[in-house]
């Protein structure tokens, strides 16, 4: 799935309690999204295509963070930098799981090829997991998903007065709830 859609989906993890601070929030939401940090080596590999020493990062190394190991390491991350540390620990480590399972249903690669996700890596190589229904990238239900993980967004906005939007800038936040309680207040 699009980091966009892993990320609308730790957003509205980190909703689930309304006891964390905006920063603990951000922390789940960015455990939902940091499994493709293992992607930007796409960026090298694309640059250096054509030159003498080509390296292909992206084709080794991507998803090769989708696994228990970065998880954990993840999850003590979210425990260490935060107040509510059980709580904002279990929420990330949650967050961080359904980016896997996300990728799991809805990632086949637009060739049709299936990757698995070697879970126990790298403790151990016994599970790599795959699901054969899985859909391709582009496919409807991914947009359907992205689409209701919106929706969601766009009425915690609404209700709260802050969204996911602020974690980048309170600045554009407040503006985006405000559009969106002009847009759909009772006249
Ligand atoms: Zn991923």
Redesign the pocket.
Known sequence: ?S?IT?GLIGWLTANISRKLTRREMGLITLAGVV??V??LGLIVEVLTRNTAHPLLWWTEYH?AL?NLGFALLVTAAAFFLSRNRVLTALLAFASFHL??V??LVG?RGPDGDQWTIPYLAPFSNAWALSWKYQWELNAWPNFAITGLALAATFWLAYKKGFSVVGLISEKADRAFVQTIRNRFSEK
Do not use: K, V, W
């Open positions: 799935m980091p892993h499994p493709d293992d992607g998803h989708h980016h896997l996300g990728d990632s």
